[in-house]
């Protein structure tokens, strides 16, 4: 059986398919079978991210509809032996994932995956329905910033009565807060909610702290998962994240600010 | 921290604005969340009887369910206009 991970935040931008990229990347790299599957129906984009963009032939969709195998869609990544790539449909409405078609790709994707990467599309609607419906776990981004932050809480509430755990009485979807694009300096001037601040609000375990980094863009342009960067503070701070993910004690780090001299201290004001 | 910070209120940095408008609009969404679906309706309606008798706004009533252990409460206030 598969462990499905949905990687979900209401709202956009804030670094989901950044998130399911290196997640799903680090998956692999420590030996664990994986799929990534992007749900954005209409505005794929993990397949750039992803460098995998011009090898795409059939979709999810396809594959729902009979118009395609599953083998037939799925993307082997290049650089990662086990991980593969099912990317989401370019042309076709939203309503193509129907709760029955993605329940019957994830079945048959449970058979042979280790681990099952559930990237959702921005707000809550139907596509980020489906994304979390047959979650097991939830990789909650958020940013340090306040309407992320309320729409966090609001997803956590979906995850809480719209999963399928939850309309079948199970065990609750495990939920993970991850914070990205955290900027330590700001949050020590007071002008940038900390770690603390979000953990008190939306009240979940803190799976890791991205910080802030122009390794991300840098990498994203290339089409590399940012954890492949693995000398950066990103890259990092992301494969730690995989660790607590499997159940690893890893310490937080990148969450202070960089020391500054003692002149600098004195006299720049904080 | 410059030792400038130690005369500055640490209260008023708009991170902890942030904080503080958070927890309450996240607390007060929350307790939505947690009321039936039929809700709204029933408070249209409860609206509409009341009004056969007595004219008042759509904000003078406020329906709620308070859950307990063992038994759940509907709290209904109706606020009278005054004569």
Redesign the interface.
């Known amino acids: 059986m598969a462990r499905i991970i949905v990687v979900t935040s209401g709202k956009g931008g804030v670094g989901k398919t950044t998130t399911s990229a290196s997640i799903s990347t680090g998956l692999a790299k420590r030996g664990h079978k994986t799929v990534v599957i992007d749900f954005d129906v209409g505005l794929r984009n993990l397949d750039l991210i992803m460098n995998c963009e011009r090898r795409v032939v059939y979709d999810f969709v396809n594959v729902i509809q009979g118009e395609a195998t599953l083998n037939q869609a799925l993307i082997r990544d290049k650089r990662v032996e086990s991980l593969y790539i099912l990317p989401a449909s370019q042309t076709r409405e939203k309503e193509a994932l129907t709760k029955e078609g993605v329940e019957k790709v994830i079945n048959e994707l449970s058979d042979t995956f280790d681990y099952i990467v559930c990237d959702s599309p921005a707000g809550i609607e139907h596509g980020a329905l489906m994304a979390l419906y047959y979650a097991d776990e939830a990789i909650v981004v958020t940013n340090p910033?306040?309407s992320s932050?309320?729409d966090s809480?609001?997803i956590l509430?979906i995850l809480q009565?719209k999963s399928r755990r939850a309309e079948m009485g199970q065990d609750p979807v495990r939920e993970h807060l991850l914070l990205t694009r955290y900027n330590p300096d700001r949050?020590?001037?007071?002008?940038?909610?900390?770690v603390a601040?979000v953990e008190?609000?939306l009240a979940i375990p803190l799976l890791g702290v991205i910080p802030e980094s122009q390794v991300v863009l840098n990498s994203s342009n290339q089409g590399m998962p940012v954890i492949l960067e693995e000398q950066s503070d990103a890259g990092q701070a992301y494969d730690d994240a995989v660790g607590r993910l499997l159940g690893e004690e890893r310490e937080h780090r990148f969450m202070t600010a960089q020391k500054k001299g003692f002149f600098s201290?004195?006299?720049?004001?904080? | 921290m410059s030792f400038l910070d130690y005369f500055r209120s640490k209260k008023n940095t708009s991170a902890n604005v942030a904080k503080e408008r958070l927890q309450i609009i996240v607390a007060h969404e929350r307790g939505q969340r947690e009321q039936p679906d039929y809700l709204p309706q029933l408070q249209q309606e409860l609206l509409a009887v009341i009004r056969k008798y007595v004219q008042i706004s759509d904000d003078m009533v406020q329906v709620e369910v308070d859950r307990n252990d063992s038994c759940s409460v509907l709290e209904l206030n109706v606020t009278l206009p005054e004569k």
């Open positions: 910033e306040v932050v309320r809480d609001r509430g009565s949050v020590e001037k007071g002008e940038m909610l900390s601040d008190e609000i201290r004195m006299f720049k004001g904080g």
